[in-house]
């Protein structure tokens, strides 16, 4: 299959496509940085009740793409040339802000690229896909419910690895625990329980879970099992979710070409058509899967009709 894709992208593109720009990818991190500062605002100091919920909304989206930018440190995706420091330091930051270990995540995802299509050796879908497929227990990864289920999954996934890794996992996942109670503390004491809901409660308890899931639904849910190539979900390009997931939305064309920065796959997808239309592969939306997931009750991994 990988033969079959590398035909149907010619060698220039190839190479432009894989062309790390790390002034791109600073550029979207100054953008949340921006979001952070806009929507922190709205979201403290608007009277209007609409705006305020939106600015945490906002705020929920940015602490969900801290792990996009993450990924992107896991591919190393950012720099030209190999910067083991730097890939480290930002791994850590973005790994913190997210809410998670950076070398549980980094070996948690790559194992995930290596077993894609396994039922037992992908830890996404060994682990953290649900196993019960009822609507209401699919609607609690949409609630803070999501976290013990997710850490509940990363501690099955981290059962056979080495005990040095395990250490480590510990540790970073200690410090990132402990940077967000201290963070909810200062915010409780300098700003009040009112500041704390908008500006840290709200976008990471109650809009990072939605985020998570309708990303997820756009992953490997809706697939067919007996085509590698339709292992992942093809998704339409969409200005929106472009720029509110950070191009995380093209991930049939991230495993296809791991390597590819986020920002050149809608190129990517464009170059790809005709392969899609010769595997019979039409583009999804999020709020069909949405349909599909929860009205029409599809199990995932499987060809929903």
Same mark, same amino acid.
């Given at each position: ?7 149907? +992208? ?5 190479k432009?496509?894989h062309k790390?720009?790390a002034g791109?990818h600073?550029?979207?991190l100054a953008?949340?940085i921006?979001i ?5 605002y709205l979201?403290l100091?608007s009277? @209007? @009740?609409f705006f305020s919920?939106?600015?945490? %909304?906002? !705020?929920?989206f940015?602490a ?9 440190v896991?591919?190393?995706a950012?720099?030209c040339?190999?910067?083991p /420091?730097?890939?480290?330091f930002?791994g850590?930051?973005y790994a913190i !802000?997210g809410? !998670?270990s950076f070398h549980?995540? *980094?070996?948690?995802?790559l194992? =995930?690229?290596n077993e ?7 830890p996404? /879908?060994a =682990?953290?896909?649900?196993?019960i497929?009822k609507?209401?227990?699919k ?5 803070p419910v999501?976290?013990?289920i997710?850490f509940r999954?990363a501690?099955?996934a981290?059962?056979?690895y080495?005990?040095e890794l395990?250490?480590?996992i ?11 109670f201290?963070?909810?503390? !200062?915010?409780?004491?300098w +700003?009040?329980?009112?500041?704390l ?13 939605v985020l ?6 756009? *992953?490997?849910y809706? +697939? ?5 190539a339709? @292992?992942s979900?093809l998704?339409?390009?969409?200005f ?10 093209y991930? %049939? ?6 390597? +590819?920065?986020?920002?050149?796959l809608?190129?990517? *997808?464009?170059?790809l058509q005709?392969f899609?239309?010769? =595997?019979?592969?039409t583009p999804?939306s ?7 997931w929860f009205? *029409? ?6 060809? @929903?009709t």
């Amino acid at each position: 299959m990988k033969r079959e894709l590398r035909a149907f +992208v010619p060698p220039e593109d190839f190479k432009a496509l894989h062309k790390k720009n790390a002034g791109k990818h600073f550029f979207i991190l100054a953008r949340q940085i921006f979001i952070v500062f806009i929507a922190g605002y709205l979201a403290l100091h608007s009277s @209007w @009740w609409f705006f305020s919920f939106l600015g945490s %909304i906002a !705020l929920g989206f940015v602490a969900f793409d801290w792990l996009i930018l993450l990924h992107e440190v896991i591919h190393k995706a950012i720099f030209c040339k190999a910067r083991p /420091r730097f890939y480290g330091f930002l791994g850590q930051i973005y790994a913190i !802000l997210g809410g !998670l270990s950076f070398h549980q995540f *980094q070996k948690w995802h790559l194992d =995930h690229h290596n077993e894609l299509g396994s039922e037992d050796d992908d830890p996404k /879908r060994a =682990h953290l896909t649900p196993k019960i497929v009822k609507r209401w227990y699919k609607f609690l990864y949409m609630t803070p419910v999501l976290f013990p289920i997710y850490f509940r999954a990363a501690a099955q996934a981290s059962r056979n690895y080495p005990t040095e890794l395990k250490r480590i996992i510990s540790r970073e996942r200690s410090i990132t625990i402990g940077f967000h109670f201290l963070l909810m503390y !200062l915010l409780y004491i300098w +700003v009040g329980p009112l500041a704390l809901l908008r500006l840290h409660t709200i976008p990471y308890l109650f809009v990072f879970p939605v985020l998570f899931t309708i990303n997820r639904l756009g *992953q490997h849910y809706s +697939v067919d099992p007996n085509d590698p190539a339709h @292992w992942s979900t093809l998704m339409k390009g969409s200005f929106f979710w472009d720029f509110a997931y950070i191009y995380s939305n093209y991930h %049939i064309e991230h495993h296809y070409f791991p390597g +590819v920065p986020c920002y050149n796959l809608p190129r990517l *997808q464009k170059i790809l058509q005709p392969f899609y239309d010769k =595997h019979q592969m039409t583009p999804e939306s999020y709020f069909k899967l949405l349909y599909g997931w929860f009205i *029409q009750n599809q199990v995932p991994h499987t060809k @929903w009709t």
